[in-house]
């Protein structure tokens, strides 16, 4: 049985740090791009960081890029999402993607287009003074 479920999400004060974890089961996962996916309230889905699980490429949104980082366990089946200097527009449902052997840009870029095989349930970030 695939599942893919996200843990890490919270309340955090600006200039705070959290570490999301994304952890899969039930698939190859070294075949897969994975990313973190992110809704603001009232706001559309958007990609945030993605990485090819083989080969370790990554990629960045602009505005998370410098502060956030994201990694992959292969032998963990997990992949976390290192976030710093959090401000109050990072406030939003962090969604956990996977698509199976597809450019990290492009799965971050146009989510929608490409189509996940799998989604998490989401873990909520609220950040806020």
């Known amino acids: 049985q695939v599942q893919v479920v996200e843990s890490g999400g919270g309340l955090v004060q600006p200039g705070g740090s959290l570490t999301l974890s994304c952890r899969a089961s039930?698939?190859?996962?070294?075949?897969?791009?994975v990313g973190w996916f992110r809704q603001a309230p009232g706001k559309e889905r958007v990609g945030a960081s993605c990485?090819?699980?083989?080969?370790?490429?990554?990629y960045y949104e602009d505005s998370v890029e410098g502060r956030f980082t994201i990694s992959g366990d292969n032998d963990k089946k997990t992949v976390l999402l290192q976030m710093n200097g959090l401000k109050p527009e990072d406030t939003g449902v962090y969604y956990c993607g996977a698509r199976y052997i597809t450019d990290v840009q492009g799965l971050c870029v146009r989510p929608d287009y490409y189509g996940m095989d799998y989604w998490g349930k989401g873990t909520l970030v609220n950040v806020s003074s």
């Open positions: 990485i090819d699980i083989k080969n370790g490429g990554t």
């Open positions: 039930g698939f190859t996962f070294s075949f897969y791009s």
